[in-house]
């Protein structure tokens, strides 16, 4: 055991074996390709395996953990685009 609360645990998955891991996870998400069942127990779907639905997960997370660091990367994008 390792002493890590659920709420700092995040689960990602895409069949109906994983709703478990969901209900002991802090974060649950299912990929975009799993059954709709499952999609219902996530508390986020990101995109298909195909569509690097891992990478847009983990983002989604970065957002979650650091937002003024992506509050930050948005705005410079903004400043980006205008000039």
């Keep these: 055991h390792l002493n890590i ?3 700092k645990v995040v689960a990602i998955g ?4 994983d ?3 969901f209900a002991a996870a802090g974060i649950s ?6 059954p709709d069942a ?3 127990q996530a508390g986020y ?9 891992i990478v847009r ?10 937002p003024v660091t992506m509050r930050q ?8 685009e205008s000039n």
């Design 29 to 34: 998400i299912a990929m975009g390709n799993a």
């Design 5 to 7: 609360s659920s709420d």
């Design 57 to 66: 997960a983990l983002e989604w997370l970065r957002c979650l953990t650091h």
């Design 14 to 17: 895409d069949q109906q074996n």
């Design 38 to 40: 499952v999609k219902r």
């Design 19 to 21: 709703v478990s891991m």
């Design 73 to 80: 990367r948005l705005t410079a994008a903004k400043d980006n």
């Design 45 to 53: 779907v990101t995109a298909t395996n195909d569509e690097e639905g």
